[in-house]
């Protein structure tokens, strides 16, 4: 069982906006701004797209923002295209056991 | 640019030992945290721990303490990770990744993964 609780699957159809939620502690994303999602795609490393919260690395488009609100946290992708096909992981620094990741969950767009 | 460059993928029995490696370059490797990500085949990914080369300080996941050994050779910017005796659960894709300490422990850049399989 992961740290962090994702829904195993998210869909939505080219254009639409889809949110993926990440749930933690008070231990965890509750206690620390430091919440980040990593996009993977099959056969691929991870690839940051969000860090802190809410912030985009330089090249990451601007349909990725993330937010959080007590022990959850959320990435939401707008405007879906296709090539956003992929899993999605939250992660937190999490203290003394230092990072946590969430089970991930399976973006398909239709 | 900053790179971290696997070890080749490795097909090993159980009780077997193994140390896989990362090479890091384009950067001071001393200065950063490295670790290793492991993702089982159809699952998610785990955090299995950190070091930081300049003094050997390693940091492990509680799931993982005991299991595998984390060290680096900062003269040759390379960080490993070793078992002493491979079960089949072992069997995973294992990524190295360069941490950032002021930033929680962000991943900023990740190696191409090595695939570890153990079988008999």
């Known amino acids: 069982q992961s740290a962090l609780t994702q829904p195993p699957s998210a869909s939505g159809s080219p254009g639409q906006s889809v949110t993926i939620s990440c749930t933690g502690t008070s231990s965890d994303v509750g206690a620390y701004n430091f919440v980040f999602w990593y996009q993977k795609h099959p056969d691929k490393p991870p690839k940051l797209v969000i860090y802190?919260?809410?912030k985009r690395p330089s090249g990451v488009p601007d349909r990725f923002s993330g937010s959080k609100s007590g022990n959850t946290a959320s990435l939401t992708v707008s405007g879906l295209q296709p090539e956003d096909e992929a899993d999605y992981y939250c992660?937190?620094?999490?203290?003394?056991?230092?990072?946590?990741f969430g089970g991930g969950t399976k973006l398909t767009v239709l | 640019e900053v790179q971290l460059v696997q070890s080749g993928a490795e097909v090993k029995k159980p009780g077997e030992s193994l140390k896989i490696s990362c090479q890091g370059s384009?950067?001071?490797?001393?200065?950063?945290?490295i670790g290793w990500v492991r993702q089982r085949p159809g699952k998610g990914l785990e955090w299995m721990g950190i070091?930081?080369?300049?003094?050997?300080?390693?940091i492990y996941s509680p799931s993982f303490q005991g299991q595998v050994t984390i060290s680096a050779d900062k003269s040759i910017s390379t960080a490993y990770l070793q078992w002493s005796s491979l079960k089949a659960s072992d069997t995973a894709m294992y990524y190295c990744a360069r941490h950032l300490r002021y930033s929680g422990y962000l991943v900023d850049s990740w190696g191409q993964g090595t695939l570890v399989t153990v079988s008999s």
């Open positions: 802190e919260v809410s």
């Open positions: 384009g950067y001071k490797f001393s200065s950063y945290w």
């Open positions: 992660s937190s620094y999490a203290g003394s056991i230092y990072v946590v």
């Open positions: 070091i930081y080369p300049d003094d050997s300080d390693t």
